[in-house]
């Protein structure tokens, strides 16, 4: 199926589709350039529960599907036979949320008779940095930051990866959900804790285990751990703390150590550009903090605007981009995957042409 096609053709029009947590989200791009981007999320109601409830997000999903996705076609200014291939999130997230997308990708694919590009989450995460950015080519260093992994990463090709280093234990949005549940802020932690953090002051003394050693790897269960007890001590002494504080000293210590290895990496791959994607890429700290470093390390900074660093479809389309270069198209087997390991996300994507060689 679809043999002929021009993988090679200048600007295709790619339709991406993310349901893999709590937005529904349908995009389109022609080329790089995003043409339209919808979003409806359910954060709202799953606020109320502190969470993300998986049958909440998918009944969700179910309803605004198919609206969400004619929107994104419709603000586009195309119609349905100008999509080039169709691109879903297969995953990893939440598997019943991610099935509603999954199935209607391929029943949309199907009755247009339009190839299905499968993506990773995660890769999309890593090709958000190419949205509107007609200019940035690898290789590059890139920082990922998002709420189930965190590495630093040498981009050779839009579609080989290599781990320069990685969290040994939480990643750094898990760290900051949890901190914002200690401290009583509602999810999502990550935008609370930073909202909060502009009213404190960095204070509170946190370990310092975190600056250099270790290579680019990097440990953010005992910066979590020293924040529990910190509230916790003051909580039993009965004494005050602030909480903007804690989420200011709490959140220079996630990110300097990110930003610091990010930079030192770049510089020792000695590449002239660096990326970073991801939901705590989102962060303004994070965000003026690496424009900082790399301003002072000469390095070029290609980051995705804070809209495409949190979920959203754009960045589905775009991995879906990549991969329609070549050719790695899914077929109606495709299925959903709840969890996919950081060493198998970054395998190497390879072209069609390289895989019936092989065969
Ligand atoms: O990248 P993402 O969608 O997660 C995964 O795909 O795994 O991002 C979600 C994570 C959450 O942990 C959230 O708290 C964090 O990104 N996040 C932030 C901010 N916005 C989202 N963390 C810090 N500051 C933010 N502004
Ligand atoms: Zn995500």
Known sequence: MFEN???????PIILGIESSCDETAAAVIRGRKILSDEIASSASIQAEFGGVVPEIASRAHTDEIARVVERAVKNAGITYEDIDAVAVTYGAGLLGALLVGVSFAKAFAYALNKPLIAVNHIRGHLAAAYLDAPELKPPFVTLLASGGHTAILYA??????EILGATLDDAAGEAFDKVARVLGLKYPGGPNIERCAKEGEANVPMPKMLKGGGGYNFSY?????AVINYCHTKEQKGEEYSKADVACSFQRAAVDVLVEKTVAAAKEKGVDTVTAGGGVAANGYLRESLAKACKKGKLKLVLPEKRYCTDNAAMIASEGLVQYRLGNFADMTLTAKASIPLAATLETVQSRAAKAKET
């Open 156 to 161: 050779k090709s839009e579609s080989e990866f």
């Open 5 to 11: 096609l021009d993988l090679q053709k200048a600007e």
């Open 221 to 225: 269960s005992g910066l979590k751990t």
